[in-house]
């Protein structure tokens, strides 16, 4: 999931808003339904090649769609694929029918050529995004053409016709009809990308569609647009509302004020408002998967490349009394990376995090003694760390409870929280230039490898700058040498996690979050995900108010 990691969990917030009747014009000739939501976020990027956060996949996956999408049920279902693949016997070969009506904004079909691009762009050298894992690891002759050694042309994917594709895999996987709801998945049309040039994705009309809603009036760095239904869309009919205005909104209390007011109809709550609400008959709290940690960074020259200094910080931090005094929405404490009620042990069905237990726990007593390690080995008495940090009120007050809770078990350690809008904040934590950078995760795909994987020295999502041997054993067995045993594959995702935080402490894992909303009776049909992208708003309806 997944998507630029310092994305607030808590803070996507979904509006809708109304004169005379909520959701409604106040023309009464047009009656268009229209619902006014927010981000937390600016949206940086349409090009499904090159996202890493949450408003920019969130935005994709209304406004594009690949083979299958995601239903209510997190199921996989038939979208631009008329039907579900064909698998062959040793389930390595998939064959996919396109649908016919499929057809871009400017009236174009979508066809098996789309497809073919976009996915020898993600593994290009040059052009391949963060994700390009997901192909390495997937499809074959990807980690080929990936390295250089290959021609993109030599992909694992052919298009017999303009409306099928044959996908060839280099392993069974399980959930790979699942990975194909997945963004990076998605289509592009490579005559209008090529016009376009570096411009593409960057601007709503740099950029065309084949999902649910077109977009509108949106630049990079700008803090308003707007979803429109989409009349080119194959399922045009079910789509039930016209348009979607859309705010950057970083501040909860705004949010909640023009709730109480009836201009807004859903309002996700962070912190005191969250306790403020709980008996509230409008309140909801829904489960989710998406994690909050924070990330060490191990370059060279950086203090936290010392392991004992890592440790020290990851044992200083007492996750129950912050989701309990801080976040107060019902997110549980981290025990571990790989969250609860995910994924289940393939021959026991027992859960995943109860089996690997607890992984990083608060302990005063460990985290000073490997201060006082750290602190022999470093040469220092005392230390300042730079923490990157999103500026939302709810990451700013997480970056000044931590930091406020470490220094205080282990004196003489010093923040500088650097706050900044999520395009700056990008651009510092791709480039290195942090020390500890707080992160979320949400899983790309159902499986424990979609939270592990990108700690291989070889990931492009590895900006920590974690190199260990025995780490990339154990995600290469489970990928490629143990993929069609589940018992050893399972194992050695149980140990890359065990090795991740409790011997290397990589990341320290803070929170799994528990969504705490408000949302008024009027409003149905907004999809959340426990993985890919976080919400569909395809299926939003509103009901005029009575």
């Not at 411009?199 to 760095?221: F, H, I, M, R």
């Amino acid at each position: 999931m997944k998507k630029f990691f310092v994305i607030s969990a808590l803070a996507l917030l979904l509006f809708v808003t109304g004169c005379n009747s909520v959701g409604k014009t106040e023309s009464n000739e047009s009656k268009k339904a229209i619902v006014h939501f927010t981000e937390p976020a600016e949206l940086l990027t349409l090009d499904t090649t090159q996202e890493e956060d949450f408003t920019s996949f969130n935005a994709q996956n209304q406004v594009l769609e690949g083979l299958y999408q995601l239903n209510e049920k997190d199921e996989a279902i038939p979208a631009v694929a008329k039907a579900l693949p064909e698998i062959s016997e040793d389930k390595q070969t998939y064959t996919i029918s396109l649908r016919e009506e499929a057809k871009w904004s400017n009236g174009k079909p979508v066809t098996a050529a789309d497809f073919l691009y976009a996915w020898r762009r993600a593994v290009t050298p040059g052009t391949a995004p963060s994700y390009a894992s997901l192909f390495v690891s997937s499809i074959k002759n990807a980690d080929a053409i990936y390295q250089g050694k290959m021609k993109p042309e030599e992909l694992g994917v052919e298009a017999p016709d303009e409306h099928t594709l044959v996908i060839q895999l280099i392993k069974p996987i399980p959930y790979f009809t699942s990975l194909l709801t997945f963004e990076t998945f998605f289509p592009i049309n490579q005559a209008f990308a090529e016009k376009q040039g570096s411009d593409y994705g960057t601007s709503a009309k740099t950029t065309l569609y084949n999902g649910p809603y077109v977009l509108e009036g949106w630049e990079q760095n700008a803090d308003t647009w707007k979803y429109v239904k989409n009349p080119d869309y194959w399922d045009n009919k079910n789509v039930k509302v016209d348009e979607i205005q859309t705010t950057v909104v970083k501040s909860t209390s705004t949010a909640v004020n023009l709730y109480q007011t009836d201009e807004l109809d859903r309002v996700v709550l962070d912190g005191e408002f969250s306790k403020q609400y709980k008996n509230d008959p409008d309140f909801q709290n829904q489960n989710d998967t998406k994690m909050g940690y924070l990330r060490f960074n191990q370059g060279t020259g950086k203090a936290l490349a010392n392991l004992n200094l890592r440790k020290a910080i990851a044992l200083a931090i007492d996750r129950e009394t912050f989701v309990k005094n801080i976040l107060g929405d019902g997110s549980i404490a981290a025990e571990g990376f790989v969250p609860q009620h995910f994924v289940q042990n393939p021959k026991t069905g027992e859960d995943f995090r109860k089996e690997n237990g607890v992984q990083q726990t608060f302990d005063k007593t460990a985290a000073q003694k490997a201060y006082t390690e750290a602190k022999k080995e470093l040469n220092k008495d005392e230390i300042t760390l730079v923490y990157l940090s999103k500026d939302t009120d709810t990451e700013k007050k997480t970056a000044e409870y931590l930091a406020s809770q470490i220094a205080e078990v282990l004196p003489g350690i010093k923040f500088e929280i650097t706050t900044l809008p999520s395009n700056n904040l990008q651009e510092r934590y791709l480039a290195g230039d942090y020390d500890i950078a707080f992160g979320q995760w949400m899983p790309d795909f159902k499986d424990a490898s979609t939270f592990l994987d990108m700690f291989a020295s070889t990931s492009g999502l590895n900006h920590v700058n974690y190199k260990n041997p025995t780490y990339n054993q154990l995600i290469q067995a489970a990928s490629e040498t143990d993929a069609a045993n589940e018992e050893k594959r399972w194992s050695d995702l149980l140990q890359a996690e065990q090795l991740l935080l409790a011997e290397d402490y990589t990341i320290a894992p803070i929170y799994q979050q528990q969504t705490a909303l408000l949302q008024k009776k009027q409003i149905s049909g907004v999809v959340k995900h426990a993985f890919g992208s976080p919400y569909s708003f395809k299926y939003i309806q509103v009901e005029e108010a009575k």
